[in-house]
């Protein structure tokens, strides 16, 4: 009964091993191959996950709530914030600039691969030790008992570290204003000598759509390119979508071609702001 | 499942961030990559702690989490003073000391 019982259990721990195994992997695999940063970012979230899992199965509950928490809920966070200030729409090119980069990465892959595994081939890994009273239901009692005895000296140097890196972050986040900040009477006059009195015009506006990424259509018909933020416009798939957008809107008016059918760019040359600087064809 | 194959895993996911951080010119997936490395170590580790049967290997994943963590902070913040200087997060462009 009890041998049942265990083998099945085994049975179980091998199944979700396999499983996760497979499927972290593959994250990993897709996080170094995908070009987009938030994709990668989601992909080591799943890598993550499910090292939390397998912590559990290898008697770990406590490191598998910490991964969760410290990890998945606080440093992939972190990465999200910084990639929405760095720009989500920011694309890496996959493209080597260094010659033969690939190459070389692929037999360094290699190198190491065949080291670590020889290293850990040749070391003698045996079975796992049998459960104690320190897995489990013991896990958490047993390493507060570590930390604050065998390990107490490195847990209070932790704390330093943590202040030094809090400390480090916002000297390093922190930015020194060197000029005096604008007045409102400054900024007035600036919004009035500049290109634009008025406000940007909003999006989708008179259009069919008051999607975000759907240009706005001027008096004359042709879409203006400022009302949609470059922010959404530089994403490749909405790109495609808003030059859609475009043509239909070209296609059904008299207006012929639309005069900017990329509103990528706010600042550029200014046409569609005011409607008025070329004649509809 | 035995310790060994933990380990294997492990070995197989810190190559992979290894390739990561050589192939990517992304400064973030770097980061992300270096992460993965960790992760992996500290899976290493826990297999290594339930060999032994002894929680040492789990208090240094531990250790390693929280060092992580601050690496995590002061790298972020190092890249968005990185980023406002030069608006990019590309590691080709920060090569400002090799001319």
């Known amino acids: ?281 | 499942m035995s310790p060994g194959h933990y380990v294997a895993l492990a070995v197989i996911l810190f190559v992979i961030g290894a390739v990561g951080v050589l192939i990517r010119r992304n400064a973030l997936v770097i980061f992300m990559c270096i992460e993965l490395m960790l992760n992996a170590v500290n899976l290493a580790f826990v297999a290594f702690a339930r060999m032994h049967g002894q929680l040492d290997g789990q208090v240094v994943a531990f250790f390693v989490m929280v060092v992580a963590a601050a690496e995590v902070v002061v790298g972020l913040a190092i890249l968005m003073a990185i980023f406002r200087a030069r608006r990019s997060a590309s590691v080709d462009d920060a090569s400002l000391l090799k001319y």
Not at chain 1, 247 to 264: D, F, W
């Open chain 1, 1 to 281: 009964m009890v041998l049942a019982a265990s083998s099945a259990e085994s049975t179980t721990t091998a199944v979700v091993f396999w499983v996760l195994a497979i499927v972290s992997v593959g994250a990993a695999l897709g996080m170094i191959l995908s070009p987009r940063a938030v994709h990668c970012a989601v992909l080591l979230a799943v890598v993550m996950l499910s090292l939390a899992i397998l912590y559990l199965t290898a008697g770990a509950p406590f490191l598998a709530a910490v991964q969760i928490i410290v990890y998945t809920g606080a440093v992939l966070m972190l990465f999200l914030f910084v990639l929405m200030i760095v720009g989500v729409s920011a694309v890496d090119s996959l493209r080597e600039t260094i010659r033969g980069q690939r190459l070389w990465a692929g037999l360094a892959a290699i190198a190491l691969l065949a080291l670590l595994t020889l290293t850990v081939g040749h070391a003698a890994i045996g079975p796992a030790a049998p459960a104690g009273l320190r897995y489990g239901a013991g896990n958490v009692k047993g390493i507060a008992v570590l930390i604050f005895t065998r390990y107490f000296f490195p847990f209070e140097v932790t704390s330093a570290l943590l202040i030094t890196a809090a400390l480090g972050a916002m000297v390093l986040a922190h930015r020194e204003r060197l000029s005096p900040k604008p007045t409102q009477r400054e900024l007035s006059r600036l919004r009035i000598a500049g290109e634009h009195p008025t406000p940007l015009p909003g999006p989708g506006t008179y259009a069919r759509h008051n999607a975000v990424d759907f240009p706005a259509l001027l008096p004359d018909g042709t879409p203006a390119a400022l009302s949609v933020s470059p922010i959404i416009s530089g994403r490749p798939g909405a790109r495609e979508a808003v030059r859609e957008a475009l043509r239909e809107a070209a296609g059904e008016l008299p207006a012929g071609p639309a005069r900017s059918p990329e509103p990528a760019a706010p600042a550029g040359d200014g046409t569609g702001s005011n409607g008025q600087e070329e004649p509809p064809s």
